[in-house]
């Protein structure tokens, strides 16, 4: 697999693996630390059924029709589309994805890197436990303990550098050299392992005093919260569907591209979807209960997971070393996403650019890596480069389903779902309403609402 492009393209070996790829692109930081805050500052549980109403009726008809690109073009998201409609603009839609993937690279990589420094953390706070008095502190100094760590870890300088660069190599190294019997065969068993870690902790939240408030806030929907900021939540929502399910971007037109004919396009999206919304469900479950028993206000923001996570580990009978195995899968979560964020730029580069893959990765790592520097340097910068995902991945979202929908011929989508007659596509009729109508209309009206919403934030002298 990724062994750039011509005869010998490479793919996906199972059935399995892809699902296993996709599912490990999608499932990352964006479900276990994104989902929650995002989740949280947004009122919770009217937020989650937004979100699900938008990963069902968009997300999955928007990663349907990049797989359907990527398989019939064979080539990488700009090569795809200067391939199938060749002279026309649409390539631009790719290189728009390659635009967001350095964005979003850069930010990913720093939030990625904080789960090595907790990794190394936890395993200091387990052996200097005694020293630092856990069990005499009450929820209230086991909190400020925990926050005042994030706060001077993130404020520092140098730890936060080191590990973005320690994440950003171990990301570019997997990517030159291939991932089918690396990355591949781990994420098998290490993501069934995450979500039997996930679970755990569930249990351990909802068994902490006070912990009902929490489930209410995740899944019982406050309308009124809706009605006082209903273009920020529904906005947020979609970017969030979109984020977590990593598409709009056309990392899974790559990945598309390395997914064998024989294999059933439609119900590995509707896997990955499922596994991916289930992750950040149950991610949500064992964050919330523990946010509420802790006195954690659930609108905290990007360090509400930081924070909310060590506290209920430390609170756990040999908490600390869950908290090692915890951070360690984490950071392997997240780096089966983040190679897939480069896998879009280095595909780009070495097909279209015909630059070998490990100049095309050393190139693209170090200009992340300057604007990783800046996110790291200024909080403003890292605000606005975590929140571009929301009209970045629409943006691109609207045209990948607008070109399956009124461009590519009716014939190509459905030989490519059907895998020329192989699997049934009853739904078919259904997927072209999505793609034609709703799903456009839809997105339009929402990035308008989220560029004149984002807008307002920065300037709220506007509005
Ligand atoms: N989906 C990943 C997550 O939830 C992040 C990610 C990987 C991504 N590849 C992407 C987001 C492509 C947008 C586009 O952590």
Redesign the pocket.
């Known amino acids: 697999m990724f062994q750039g492009g011509g005869s010998e393209r490479d793919s996906f070996s199972s059935k399995f693996g892809v699902i296993a790829a996709a599912a490990g ?7 276990i630390w ?1 989902f929650p805050y995002v989740a949280g500052e947004n009122g919770g549980g009217a937020f989650l059924l937004i979100y699900l109403l938008f990963i069902a009726a968009i997300g999955i008809p928007v990663m349907m029709s990049e797989f359907v690109i990527g398989r019939s073009a064979q080539l990488n998201a700009v090569g795809a589309f200067k391939k199938i409609t060749p002279g026309k603009k649409w390539h631009l839609v790719g290189l728009l994805g390659v635009v ?2 350095f964005i ?1 690279l850069a930010f ?1 990589t720093v939030v990625a890197g904080w789960t090595l420094e907790y990794l190394v953390q936890s395993v200091k706070w387990m052996l200097t436990a005694d020293k630092i008095g856990f069990a005499e502190m009450d929820n209230d100094a086991v909190r400020s303990f925990f926050s005042s760590h994030y706060e001077s870890f993130v404020s520092g300088m140098w730890r936060p550098m080191i590990w973005f660069a320690v994440m950003m190599i171990l990301t570019g190294f997997i990517v030159i050299s291939g991932v089918k019997n690396g990355i591949e065969k781990y994420a098998k068993i290490l993501m069934p392992i995450l979500l039997v870690l996930l679970l755990v902790l569930v249990v351990r939240s909802l068994s902490l005093e006070g912990s009902r408030e929490g489930l209410l806030f995740l899944f019982k929907p406050d309308f009124s919260t809706i009605k006082a900021a209903p273009m920020k939540i529904i906005v947020e929502a979609l970017g969030q569907a ?8 056309g ?1 899974l037109i790559t990945y598309g591209s390395y997914i064998k004919k024989k294999e059933n396009l439609a119900s590995t999206a509707v896997s990955v979807a499922f596994a ?1 919304t289930a992750i950040a469900i149950v991610a949500g479950l064992a964050i919330f209960p523990a946010v509420f028993a802790f006195g954690i206000s659930p609108d905290s923001g990007p360090d509400l997971v930081y924070i909310t996570l060590p506290v209920i580990f430390q609170s756990m009978s040999g908490g600390l070393i869950w908290a090692f195995m915890f951070f360690l899968l984490l950071c392997f ?2 780096l089966t ?2 190679i ?2 480069l896998e ?1 730029i280095v595909a780009y580069f070495s097909e279209q650019l015909k630059m070998t893959r490990k100049r095309a990765a050393i190139l693209a790592m170090v200009s992340v890596s300057f604007l990783g520097i800046l996110c790291m340097l200024s909080e403003d910068v890292f605000a606005v480069f975590n929140g571009s ?1 929301d009209l970045l ?1 629409p943006l691109g979202g609207f045209f990948i389903v607008v070109f399956i929908g009124w461009v590519l011929s009716g014939d190509t989508t459905k030989g490519e779902l059907s895998s020329d007659g192989k699997y049934k596509t009853g739904y078919y009729k259904i997927f072209m309403f999505l793609v034609k109508f709703v799903a456009p209309l839809a997105i339009a009206l929402l990035f308008a609402l989220g560029v004149y919403s984002k807008v307002i934030t920065l300037f709220p002298s506007i509005g």
């Open positions: 692109s999608a499932i990352g930081l964006g479900n994104r967001s993937a979003i990913y979109f984020f977590s399910l990593s598409i709009g971007m990392t991916d979560a997240a996403s983040t897939s964020v879009v995902p991945l």
